[in-house]
């Protein structure tokens, strides 16, 4: 009995830890990661750029909230919203509550595929089929059918209420004590909202420092930023791959990203020009798959510092 049985039942168990482990723990192991980046002028004061992205709300998630509600403790210079705040229609007033006293400082965002639609139940495998295949969301997939439409306008008078600019294929600017930073932001790319066109043409002249802003780090968006000239890009929308491997990393990134670069700090080159990249593993997950294993979910502190 022991032989024939032995191998699968043990097999068995540590699969079911495994999965107990990466739902029950993981998934709430809320952490911060600070990462600094050469990105000023010389001889400019060093900034602080709280990124947060993917929170994916549900109803109760009250441990998240309260972790997004301490964040406000970092007293950042200015806060980059990267996307896909809900994944529960009726998550809106818990989202704004959680991120209140964020709001309490200069901020920016964008929004991602799962602000606008909620998400569906689909078989993890998918995402790897779809790395295979070369097709990501509504680029080279049909578009999903009977969506459910989320009350994004809501979170978007939300945002604007508190002063945070939205970045949907437009630019616009923040001034913190006499320094001014020009943002340049895009509609996500993953459901194929991107209008680089409207916003081409690089850093804006006058400004002390240009960001690029984008859900989902697609390579063609990535392009041209670097293209432009623009110093660092921020995005999400990757999980860091939710599901990894101990000690191998990432299995996919749900966008056209190579695995290696699925989370942090990284360089994109175009030619003989290149930005940084910074890619947040984001805080939540889609609520149909509320589990993490070996990426937990996270919130970046960036410190820009001058250029040697």
């Known amino acids: 009995m022991r032989a024939r049985y032995g191998v699968p039942l043990g097999i068995t168990a540590v699969g079911a830890a495994g999965l107990a482990y990466a739902a029950g723990f993981e998934v709430r192991s809320f952490r911060l990661r600070r990462v600094t980046v050469p990105v000023l002028p010389p001889g400019m004061r060093p900034l602080r750029v709280l990124q947060v992205s993917d929170i994916h709300m549900v109803g109760g998630q009250r441990k998240k909230q309260r972790w997004l509600q301490s964040l406000a403790g970092l007293r950042p210079d200015f806060v980059v919203n990267t996307g896909d705040n809900l994944s529960d229609p009726d998550g809106v007033p818990e989202v704004l509550d959680a991120l209140g006293p964020l709001m309490e400082f200069p901020g920016a965002y964008v929004f991602g595929s799962n602000d606008y639609y909620g998400p569906k139940l689909r078989n993890p495998a998918r ?14 997939n049909a578009p999903v059918v009977n969506a459910v439409h989320n009350p994004w306008e809501q979170l978007r008078d939300g945002f604007d209420a508190a002063g945070w600019v939205g970045l949907s ?64 890009v921020l995005a999400g929308h990757t999980h860091g791959g939710q599901l990894c491997i101990p000690f191998y990393g990432a299995l996919v990134t749900n966008c056209d990203l190579d695995a290696k670069r699925v989370k942090g ?42 250029r040697s």
């Open 265 to 306: 700090l990284s360089r994109h080159r175009v030619g003989d020009q290149s930005s940084y990249l910074h890619v947040s593993a984001g805080c939540g997950t889609n609520r149909y798959t509320p589990v993490r294993f070996a990426c937990p979910p996270e919130a970046t502190l960036l410190t820009l510092t001058a």
């Open 127 to 140: 995402y790897l089929l779809e790395k295979t295949n070369g097709k990501h969301g509504l680029n080279g």
């Open 169 to 232: 294929n437009t630019r616009g600017r923040l001034k913190l004590e006499g320094i001014e930073i020009a943002l340049t932001g895009l509609d996500d790319p993953h459901i194929k909202r991107d209008r680089y066109t409207e916003v081409a043409g690089g850093p804006e002249s006058g400004a002390d420092l240009s960001l690029g802003i984008v859900h989902a780090p697609y390579l063609r968006v990535l392009d041209a930023f670097a293209a432009d000239g623009y110093p660092l």
